[in-house]
């Protein structure tokens, strides 16, 4: 069962290890400055305000010990992490489905997905957190099948690791609650369990919650109370309240006149723009780091207050218009599973890139652009150690092919008469969002009901505070694929049912014609 996808895993992130250097992208710097000071001890830096410490304590770990193969090291674990991503796919449809051939295809679909291969050679933490957050869900597939108090506390603790890589990760607790509460009221059936007096059902449930919450709540907490301590004056929510200015100044275009903070903001990108040369970028109110910039050089002030300025700017406009953002947060979660990446572009000497443009904010190879953005960092010796050029040979060109053959699959145009499935990758996903339907029909409705909860756990959360960014979908491809096999198995069983009866029923109208006649001869020689 995990021999074919662990395979398939394994060729592909061979032929991407060949010829994919380490990317980067704007948001890199601060996961690169995080992890150089994380190296030095510093872990009272500002940045811990805006990134939780999981993936830049990784990267420290990486460059202490690589040194100058930092950048080979760290590809080499993420690619190893997509590996144990499929396993755990895998794993999770079997416990699940308790069918091999689900599991099996689930786990060569889960290998096949493009974005955990992309996401896998960027410094981001797509990869680290979907793997934190497969643990998370197969350790709970597993106690939601066996009951194994061990696993579920386990789950609590990499829901915990989750979300010191990802705030993200945090309602993943949330889903280790319910789930143990699912587990608990199906025990509930069982006879033994009814005969018990109701405080000690209710004690069985009070001990379910604590060990799915506590574990990994001590985990977010150690972190939040060291927070707190390094930034005594409510600096911890800064970044949290800022997150919203995205949403809705930077998406929806909302305003609130009314705000001081905003108006301060929109005062000093004026004042910066006024003072730039003709030919120079202007700064723009509408991108949360512009604002922040502008506020920064203005009044001279470090990053925790600007991004004080930014939550103070975003919130009232975000609770005035709360409703408008919540009505439309389904078109943006929907929008972020079906639109493409630009990450799925490529161009012949870089499979992974699209255009050589930095405004764009997508992933590119030229180097001029990787050393406009490692310049940001600020050890620059430290950055020194994350570049590597690519590499050529067989497996590089595999791995082009293998990216031209992709892109060519998702910008294809379908013939389905929905405007939602205009090329395959979203008439794909689609479907996959089907067989998670046709997964609930089958009776494994606790299993079906766990991965369409965690789906929405990761896209609500981001659509609401972001609006539409299809890289947040990344963590959620190994729950789709699983519903894309669950139900694709199930309608491929169901058509094979419906022909035998097609087949076998003309043979029993022979059978039933020859039994009359048969009857009838012998009623007459009688």
Not at 221 to 227: D, E, Q, S, V, Y
Request: aromatic share 8%.
């Amino acid at each position: 069962m995990l021999a074919l996808p662990t395979a398939v895993a394994v060729g592909v992130a061979a032929a991407a290890l060949r010829d994919t250097p380490l990317w980067v992208q704007p948001d890199s710097v601060a996961y690169l400055d995080l992890a150089a000071a994380l190296s030095r001890g510093d872990f009272a830096d500002e940045l811990v305000l805006m990134r939780p410490p999981g993936y830049p304590l990784l990267i420290a770990v990486t460059a202490q010990i690589a040194g100058g193969g930092a950048a080979v090291a760290l590809l080499v674990i993420q690619r190893a992490m997509v590996v144990a991503i499929v396993a755990l796919t895998t794993l999770t449809a079997f416990a699940l489905t308790r069918q091999r051939g689900v599991a099996a295809l689930a786990g060569v679909l889960t290998a096949l997905t493009w974005p955990l291969t992309a996401y896998a050679a960027v410094i981001l933490t797509e990869i680290p957190y979907t793997f934190a957050a497969m643990t998370t869900l197969c350790l709970l597939a597993h106690h939601l099948h066996g009951g194994s108090r061990s696993a579920l506390a386990c789950a609590s603790v990499a829901a915990g690791a989750a979300g010191l890589i990802r705030p993200l990760g945090m309602p993943l607790l949330t889903l280790c609650a319910v789930t143990a509460g699912v587990r608990w009221f199906k025990a509930r059936s069982c006879a033994d369990e009814n005969t018990r007096p109701p405080g000690r059902r209710a004690r069985s449930l009070a001990s379910r919650l604590t060990v799915a919450v506590v574990p990994g709540a001590v985990m977010l907490a150690a972190w939040g109370l060291h927070i707190r301590a390094v930034f005594p004056d409510g600096a911890s929510r800064t970044w949290m309240r800022a997150q919203l200015y995205v949403r809705a100044v930077q998406v929806e275009g909302l305003k609130a006149p009314a705000s001081p903070a905003f108006l301060e903001l929109q005062r000093c990108v004026d004042e910066v723009n006024a003072g730039l040369p003709d030919d120079e970028r202007r700064f723009r109110v509408e991108y949360p780091w512009d604002a922040v910039t502008c506020y920064r050089r203005r009044h001279g002030v470090g990053l925790t207050e600007g991004v004080r300025q930014l939550g103070d700017a975003a919130e009232p406009i975000f609770r005035a218009h709360l409703r408008k953002l919540l009505l439309t947060t389904p078109r943006h979660m929907a929008r972020t599973l079906l639109i493409p990446d630009p990450v799925y572009r490529y161009r012949p000497d870089a499979p992974l890139v699209a255009d050589p443009d930095p405004s764009s904010n997508v992933l590119l190879s030229t180097e001029t652009y990787a050393a406009s953005v490692l310049e940001r960092v600020r050890d620059p010796v430290f950055a020194g150690r994350f570049v590597r050029a690519a590499e050529g040979g067989p497996a590089g060109e595999a791995w082009s092919a293998l990216a031209r053959r992709y892109h060519a699959f998702v910008e294809r145009p379908t013939r389905l008469p929905i405007p939602v499935a205009d090329s395959l990758y979203e008439a794909w996903m689609l479907f996959a969002l089907a067989g998670g339907v046709v997964f609930l029909q089958r009776g494994r409705r606790a299993g079906a009901l766990l991965l369409i909860t965690f789906v929405l756990v990761h896209l609500f959360p981001a659509a609401l505070t972001q609006g539409t960014i299809p890289r947040y979908a990344v963590p959620v491809q190994p729950a789709i694929q699983i519903t894309a096999a669950a139900g694709g198995l199930t309608i491929v069983a169901f058509a094979r049912r419906i022909c035998m009866r097609i087949r076998l029923r003309p043979r029993r109208f022979e059978q039933a014609e020859l039994s009359a006649s048969a009857a009838g001869g012998s009623a007459v020689g009688g």
